[in-house]
């Protein structure tokens, strides 16, 4: 696997997921939703900053893009022209977040129903780990080694099922880190 694509990379899976990748060594284009809060922006803008010092990551619009990558995902509703000429050698992947009450007959993309998540937005208390939820990072990987195996189905709509590969120690590790770097939008919040 040497390159991927995500389609509107937002704060939460779409850059977990893009990391992941670089530390895989995949070159990574991402493009980035439009329709965001104020804080749903400088979230995002803080972390492209801390993202944006690996040169396997690239922000791009459509204009930009390659013919053919390896792998996309698509997280964003926003459709553009050019997204049809786009091409993936091992998947073309829409990811969702619970599975869909009927199943679209214009589906033209396989998607990936990811199974309920915990992370660094969590910070709150009402917002905490649930028994049934997974560290966003294991669902990344288990995303991508899904996604790269050429024997997984062909189905148009797969439950993606997650082994929980990070302990409680490691997963307060990450999420401290993960507040290190972006301290500045904590910091403006508590003003």
Known sequence: METGLIIGADAFFGLTLCEYMM???IQVDITRPHDHTEEQKLLLEERMMWLGRNDLIRVIDFQ???????????????RHKRQEDIKAMHGMYRILYEKP??????????????PRM????TLNEERTKHDDSF???DVA?????????????????????????TDDKQVEELI??????NSTIFDKKQE
């Open 101 to 114: 009450e009927r199943e679209s007959a214009e589906q033209n993309v396989p998607s990936v129903i990811l």
């Open 135 to 137: 560290f966003v990072e």
């Open 64 to 78: 930009n893009s390659k013919d053919t990558y390896d792998l996309i995902f698509i997280q964003s509703e926003e």
């Open 118 to 121: 915990f992370g660094p937005w």
């Open 23 to 25: 530390k895989e060594g």
């Open 176 to 181: 401290a880190e993960w507040k290190r770097q």
């Open 141 to 165: 990987k288990d995303l991508l080694k899904w996604a790269s195996d050429t024997d997984q189905s062909k189905e148009m709509t797969h439950e993606l099922k997650v082994k929980s590969q």
